[in-house]
């Protein structure tokens, strides 16, 4: 069946876009994503940040898929180290949340990023996130100085 072009429509705005501090993306709250209340079940929300982490990432040229399959080399592995959240507000069913992401710093093979949850002006939920390449091997891998200008633009400056 043929779409008449709207396929590239719809998809233009899926991964959310960069903006000046980092990424920000759209998300609305379904069903499958609240508990028996309607209130956004606590653990859901590492979902929408880990959307809009790897969306950040896809939008800024690094694809997991590649270096899963070792399409730079050797296998490269994400992983997340360590995540602090603070939880100020609910989101609920049928809501449209804002996440956004921005790198705070990178050091060696760590990536130290702060994500926002809204809903409209309000924060609902706060993260800081410190995140890690490996490779095949298990062990950490320094970050290629191309990522770090791309998650890091303000200090290219």
């Given amino acids: 069946m043929d779409d008449h072009g709207e396929s590239a429509t719809l998809c233009a705005g899926l991964s959310g876009a960069l903006t000046e501090f980092g990424h920000r993306l759209m998300a609305r709250v379904y069903y499958a994503d609240t508990d028996f209340s309607g209130v956004v079940y606590h653990a859901r929300y590492l979902e929408f940040f880990e959307r809009g ?11 997991h898929t590649e270096l899963a399959e070792g399409k730079h080399g050797e296998k490269i592995i994400w992983v997340v180290r360590r995540m602090e959240i603070d939880f100020r507000g609910s989101a609920r069913m049928d809501d449209v949340l804002t996440i956004e992401t921005r790198t705070e710093d990178i050091s060696g093979a760590r990536i130290f990023m702060a994500q926002q949850l809204k809903r409209g002006g309000e924060v609902l939920v706060e993260a800081r996130v410190e995140a890690a390449i490996i490779g095949e091997n298990g062990r950490p891998r320094r970050f290629p100085k191309e990522w770090i200008a791309a998650f890091m633009p303000k200090a290219n400056q």
């Fill in 53 to 63: 982490r790897s969306d950040y990432l896809r939008l800024a040229g690094v694809h």
